[in-house]
């Protein structure tokens, strides 16, 4: 503050009349929103209300210092009087609060300042990380130039029904994408003439197979776009039983186990 002081700034204290308040505004082309950052929580004190509120009418673009007053940069929790920013500019790393749909708006665009703290000091803090293509690649294993698709894995998808065949052919298309060397989709006939159609490089199986797929997989992902219903439980529990291997359950395959309790 003595710093802004200083340069010759006008330095106010609140709460200011609303005619005051909308005469200062007047006189801007920017407002820089730094009165709380990380580490806030809970509700904005009432003296602000009205300042905010007078800045989000104006129209003015806002500058955020870490995050827009009254986001909360752990949860993504916002006050009702927050303003939307144009522009965050984040210290030292991006927050959680930065990427949750709901305060990323309230952020708008976020750039990075770097003010002296290291990677290896947001580690010991406890940092997210956050998934991107650099992340990803760091997770794949390098290929042999000899290999061929036998050599990396076989995937049992049970996934899709009738009315939720996207699903099915979503999750096979990632898993191919990803690095699995055969994927083979087990689901009902319609969803197999579309995955026939859509992934010609996928395999594929009808339910009365289970047993034979299960046998053949090293790995399962199961449940998406899987449906709830009498059959789709009983394919589920007859995979559970009797696949030993990594299996990966989504969507429908958990809302069959939380009704199976």
């Known amino acids: 503050l003595e710093l802004l002081e200083g340069t010759g700034a006008e330095v106010l204290d609140l709460p200011l009349p609303q005619n005051e308040l909308e005469r200062l505004l007047d006189r801007c082309a920017l407002v820089v929103d730094a009165v709380f950052g990380t580490g806030f929580s809970g509700a904005l004190p009432d003296h602000l209300h009205l300042l905010l509120d007078l800045v989000r009418q104006s129209s003015l673009p806002v500058i955020a210092l870490d995050a827009p007053s009254g986001v909360n940069l752990d949860t993504g929790e916002s006050d009702e009087h927050a303003l939307y920013a144009a ?10 609060g930065h990427l949750f749909k709901n305060s ?22 406890g940092a997210f990380c956050r998934l991107d293509r650099t992340v990803a690649a760091e997770g794949l294993r390098p290929r042999p130039r000899d290999g061929h698709k036998g050599d990396f894995g076989r995937l049992l998808a049970v996934c899709g029904s009738e009315l939720m065949s996207g699903a099915a052919l979503l999750s096979c298309e990632s898993a191919l994408r990803t690095g699995a060397g055969l994927v083979r989709l087990l689901s009902d006939r319609s969803v197999l003439h579309a995955a026939a159609v859509r992934l010609p490089e996928c395999l594929l199986a009808l339910p009365e197979n289970l047993d034979e797929s299960t046998s053949w997989a090293t790995a399962v992902l199961c449940g998406c776009g899987l449906s709830v219903c009498a059959e789709t439980a009983r394919r589920m529990r007859q995979l559970l039983t009797s696949f030993t291997g990594p299996v990966v359950v989504d969507a429908d395959g958990l809302n069959l186990l939380a009704q199976d309790g």
């Open 87 to 96: 522009q965050t500019l984040a210290f030292a790393s991006l927050k959680p």
């Open 104 to 125: 990323a708006v309230r952020c708008g665009h976020c750039t990075v300042l770097d003010i002296g703290i290291t990677d290896e000091q947001l580690v010991q803090a």
